[in-house]
């Protein structure tokens, strides 16, 4: 009977020193390289992983490639001009984008274009005057490549080009995207 | 992976939607085992209720301090509940930080492909490990007070670790897995807690027989 450790006291020294040792010598045989702790070099929508680059179209006539924004943290918000959460989110994100901007924060605001309208999205960002880029993903590629499964999502991105963290589902106050963009921001750049 | 589930137009987190399920299983455990204990069923439930709001409330709190100069100008936002604004590292979200916590790469011949390459099915071994856990307790005899408690806790930290070797998320401090100081420190203790009380309950309660 397992009791029968505990009580017995030649039993119990053996049990509990036996245990420890093994705790530590497993502890220490399963260490890991810092260096293999560091971000993955593979592309994944999952937080410890590459965010998977993509060139898309902006609203006002410019093209954004996320790879070039290494160095900045970046907030990817997948939305669409008829999704109720994702329009409500929209100001917090602005306010919040505004407040840290200048400390080198971006807001990538991808419209799922190939499932709304480039004429609503537009009347949508005008309408409330958000100054973020809207990025315009007409094919789909960049929403299929981060796995879209439900609008909004949002994809907290690393100065090291690593996801962070991943909302999914809104709106999203603005306390929890400032939190969020703060712990971004305190990371050292690489 | 599944981190949502649809039904219709409505999309479900599938987080939430595991963890009240788990919860309800467990009440109702629960209220079974305060039956058979002749405890009243409704005081355990409640008890498990309050658990689950002071975990909550907990979690909260801790974001909250963790990023005061977000909420010191915003104190409304404070009591805005979202799931998103918990904290991992306190109460009763404790375990979910590695919670979906993905395996190391390896090549076996049970390894699952996931996020590109072949990987240990952590979540399958902890599934196992559950399971055994949760036949040796219910196997095991009410002895005295705690018991099954403090045998839960010890098996259930040496299954974290011994399992954490093979997660390829962990977090480390120095090369060295946190979850496993944790385990071990909580293991210990557990063990210490048991040798009392079957101490104290093998001098009260039952004379020891060495010959059994």
């Not at chain 1, 840290?100 to 480039?118: I, K, P």
């Not at chain 2, 409505?10 to 399920?21: E, H, K, P, V, Y």
């Not at chain 2, 219910?138 to 093979?166: P, Q, V």
């Amino acid at each position: 009977m397992w009791v029968r450790a505990f009580i017995d006291p030649r039993r119990w020294n053996a049990l509990l020193i036996g245990i420890i040792t093994l705790g530590i010598v497993w502890i220490l045989a399963s260490r890991i390289e810092v260096s293999a702790s560091g971000p993955s070099a593979l592309p994944n929508p999952q937080i410890g992983f590459a965010a998977p680059d993509f060139t898309l179209d902006t609203l006002d006539g410019g093209t954004i490639t996320l790879s070039e924004l290494r160095g900045q943290p970046v907030l990817i918000n997948l939305w669409a001009s008829w999704c109720p959460p994702c329009r409500a989110e929209m100001p917090a994100l602005d306010t919040v984008y505004r407040k840290y901007r200048e400390a080198g924060f971006v807001v990538l605001a991808v419209n799922t274009t190939f499932q709304d309208s480039e004429a609503d999205a537009r009347a949508f960002a005008q309408n409330l005057g958000l100054t973020f880029p809207i990025l315009l993903d007409r094919d789909g590629a960049a929403s299929r490549r981060y796995q879209l499964q439900a609008l909004p999502t949002s994809f907290f991105v690393g100065r090291d080009g690593t996801i962070r963290d991943i909302v999914i589902g809104g709106p999203m106050s603005e306390a929890l995207i400032a939190s969020r963009v703060e712990g971004l921001l305190v990371e050292e750049s690489q | 992976m599944f981190p949502v589930i649809r039904i219709a137009s409505l999309t479900i987190q599938a987080r939430g939607l595991i963890l009240l399920a788990a919860f309800w299983v467990a009440s109702w455990a629960a209220e079974r085992a305060a039956k058979r204990l002749a405890l009243r069923g409704d005081d355990v439930y409640n008890l498990g209720f309050y658990g689950v709001v002071a975990g909550l409330l907990g979690a909260r709190l801790g974001y909250v301090l963790q990023y005061w100069s977000v909420y010191q100008n915003d104190l409304g936002a404070i009591f805005a509940l979202n799931f998103n604004t918990l904290s991992p590292a306190a109460g009763l979200l404790a375990d979910l930080a590695s919670g979906d916590g993905y395996g190391a790469p390896a090549q076996l011949p049970w390894s699952i492909n996931l996020w590109g390459e072949l990987r240990h099915p952590t979540q399958i071994y902890h599934l196992l490990a559950a399971i055994g856990i949760g036949v040796v307790l219910w196997r095991s005899s009410h002895l005295f007070d705690g018991a099954r408690f403090g045998l839960f806790i010890a098996l259930y930290t040496a299954s974290r670790l011994f399992l954490e070797t093979f997660h390829g998320d962990s977090a480390t401090f120095a090369g060295v897995r946190v979850v496993q100081i944790w385990s071990l420190a909580a293991l210990v203790v557990a063990l210490l807690l048991l040798r009392r009380w079957a101490e104290t309950w093998a001098r009260d309660v039952q004379p020891v027989h060495e010959t059994t």
